[in-house]
DNA sequence: CTGTTAGCGCCTTCAA
DNA sequence: TTGAAGGCGCTAACAG
């Protein structure tokens, strides 16, 4: 039935005909069971220090999707799991309980050290993320340190003075976008830069920014960790009496469906979720098959809209 | 190692710890061999007519989100598929593929007649979407009468005059979204709504609402089909020099996390999607053993912001 | 209350 | 080239 093995063609041919016509199919979980495999791959989202984050967060939700479709495409099934990393072991549980054939690690979080514990044991991990020379682990991900400079180039050139950052600083990934905004500044900009550290969730970026603005801070350029982030900042915003663009210039990150669409049309940093997934499918499975794996980054692009 | 069987609770306490010192951990696919069953639940996409529904569609990511938690609180195992519903064998041909316990299919789209099929042989099936005595298939979903004409009483509370509907004819839930809101206005105002119709994507709803602006419509109010498409409209009507609420009132429906953060905050018909996800799985797991199951309607809530 | 045993459906090896 | 048999790790039935 797999096509495998020595057999005659039209001896396989008649089986198959057989097979058809009493509706027989392969059993996939006594394969699964006699081959020492589960066919399926797990999508693990570790919700380090903003447990508040939710999958219907646009990016992560795309993420899955593509993620989805890849996977299908080489015959696995997608295994769902959000994971509150209350203790260290999380990750060791997951991959000692032998549900799954091989993972894939939605975003760094704070576990750095979780990560880099089960790559010494462990082949079939691979992680969307920020890269980093020392880290045990293969990584997928945006140049986000070349993502921040674009917005801060961009801010500049439309004449920003004073700058703001909106983001939650903890995951690799963030860290990366604010330094390389940083980076992008010429030494007096740099240093009047406000950091604004905010939740992850629109409530929470929304709630940081009507706070910030009440008590009248007016920057004329915003860069903030995400379009989510960028949404909401817009709206305290004009909440504030804060008119965007004219005012305020705002640049997101990650380019999701919405932005286009937001009022304004977002001007953000755009990365590409669905190459992104295709390859962390593919550094995963030739990992799987024993090969070895160099991480990769992609660079971003800067998308201009109108609230930049 | 189940818990279950006859056995000295001291015998067992004696098992665990030897199992738990030697690192044994129960083998899931050979339980599941055993058992007959699978351990998965399908989450099953099917993309009738609107196959350009992406995942990334917040309402569809925030029900994956809270699905995947419900199912994995009783020990299932989430499979995720989009299926394109080419041809009518799709859902039938899932079911004797036998890689799951249960389905939950996730709207209707234009696939009543396969869902009927299917149900009249397959009893481990729910459905997400509109309530129709003819069905036989258990549904879950809001009542999107009641919502739509929720809808239509608050506009008319507003003194909007010349009504606008936004959406996608072909699914149910669309159809009585639709149907509620004519059905909540005055017959004089009714006879002059006009139906626009769009496509489910951000980027069609958007580009319709686009031309349609351009071409010198001016309602003073508007119902949306969902938040994304009333978040789409707003947008093109901004861009077209109309203030909202102030020229035209938009509400939406669902209620995504972004309605409330979207400038300005959206007036929307709310579902409680959580509530959903969580019945889906209730249900679904009463009629995998055995029992039988009755369709139910939320009851939606109109969340009064700026937008109307 | 405990220990033994027969298979769940498949793939691989070995013998014919 | 084909057929037969063993065993993957588990659970349920049965015997002790």
Same mark, same amino acid.
């Given at each position: 039935?797999?096509?495998?093995?020595?057999?005659?063609?039209?001896?396989?041919?008649?089986?198959?005909?057989? #097979?058809?016509? %009493?509706?027989?199919?392969?059993? =996939?979980?006594?394969?699964?069971?006699?081959? !020492?495999?589960?066919?399926?791959?797990? =999508?693990?989202?570790?919700?380090?220090?903003?447990?508040?984050?939710?999958?219907?967060?646009?990016?992560?939700?795309?993420? *899955? !999707?593509?993620?989805?479709?890849?996977?299908?495409?080489?015959? @696995?099934?997608?295994?769902?799991?959000?994971?509150? /990393?209350?203790?260290? %072991?999380?990750?060791?549980?997951? =991959?000692?309980?032998?549900?799954?054939?091989?993972?894939?690690?939605?975003?760094?979080?704070?576990?750095?050290? =979780?990560?880099?514990? #089960?790559?010494?044991?462990?082949?079939?991990?691979?992680?969307?993320?920020? @890269?980093? /020379?020392?880290?045990? @682990?293969? $990584?997928?991900?945006?140049?986000?340190?070349?993502?921040?400079?674009?917005?801060?180039?961009?801010?500049?050139?439309?004449?920003?003075?004073?700058?703001?950052?909106?983001?939650?600083?903890?995951?690799?990934?963030?860290?990366?976008?604010?330094?390389?905004?940083?980076?992008?500044?010429?030494?007096?900009?740099?240093?009047?830069?406000?950091? *604004?550290?905010?939740?992850? $969730?629109?409530?929470?970026?929304?709630?940081?920014?009507?706070? @910030?603005? $009440?008590?009248? %801070?007016?920057?004329?350029?915003?860069?903030?960790?995400?379009?989510?982030?960028?949404?909401?900042?817009?709206?305290?915003?004009?909440?504030?009496?804060?008119?965007? /663009?004219?005012?305020?210039?705002?640049?997101?990150?990650?380019? *999701?469906?919405? #932005?286009?669409? #937001?009022?304004?049309?977002?001007? $953000?940093?755009?990365?590409? *979720?669905?190459?992104?997934?295709?390859?962390?499918?593919?550094?995963?499975?030739?990992?799987?098959?024993?090969?070895?794996?160099?991480?990769?980054?992609?660079?971003?692009?800067?998308?201009?809209?109108?609230?930049?």
């Amino acid at each position: 039935m797999t096509g495998k093995g020595t057999l005659n063609q039209q001896t396989r041919d008649r089986i198959r005909a057989l #097979a058809a016509e %009493h509706g027989f199919r392969l059993n =996939v979980a006594a394969q699964n069971l006699r081959l !020492g495999r589960t066919g399926a791959i797990a =999508v693990l989202l570790p919700l380090g220090h903003e447990r508040a984050q939710h999958l219907s967060d646009p990016f992560l939700s795309t993420m *899955i !999707g593509h993620l989805a479709d890849a996977l299908s495409d080489k015959g @696995y099934d997608l295994l769902l799991s959000r994971v509150l /990393p209350e203790e260290d %072991h999380w990750l060791e549980e997951f =991959v000692v309980s032998g549900r799954v054939d091989g993972i894939i690690v939605i975003g760094q979080s704070d576990q750095n050290d =979780v990560l880099n514990r #089960a790559a010494t044991h462990y082949r079939s991990m691979v992680v969307w993320g920020a @890269y980093d /020379p020392d880290n045990m @682990y293969t $990584t997928v991900g945006s140049d986000n340190f070349a993502g921040g400079m674009m917005a801060a180039r961009h801010l500049l050139q439309r004449g920003c003075k004073t700058m703001a950052w909106f983001g939650h600083g903890d995951a690799p990934e963030f860290q990366a976008r604010k330094t390389g905004f940083l980076a992008g500044l010429p030494d007096e900009l740099r240093k009047n830069v406000e950091i *604004i550290p905010i939740p992850i $969730t629109p409530e929470g970026s929304h709630a940081a920014a009507q706070a @910030y603005f $009440t008590l009248g %801070h007016r920057p004329d350029g915003v860069f903030a960790a995400s379009d989510v982030a960028a949404m909401s900042v817009c709206a305290a915003a004009t909440q504030n009496g804060i008119s965007i /663009p004219d005012d305020m210039a705002v640049v997101g990150f990650d380019d *999701i469906l919405l #932005a286009r669409y #937001a009022s304004p049309p977002l001007t $953000t940093v755009r990365q590409d *979720i669905e190459s992104g997934a295709r390859m962390l499918v593919d550094l995963l499975t030739r990992r799987m098959a024993g090969g070895d794996t160099q991480s990769v980054q992609f660079a971003p692009r800067l998308i201009v809209r109108e609230s930049a």
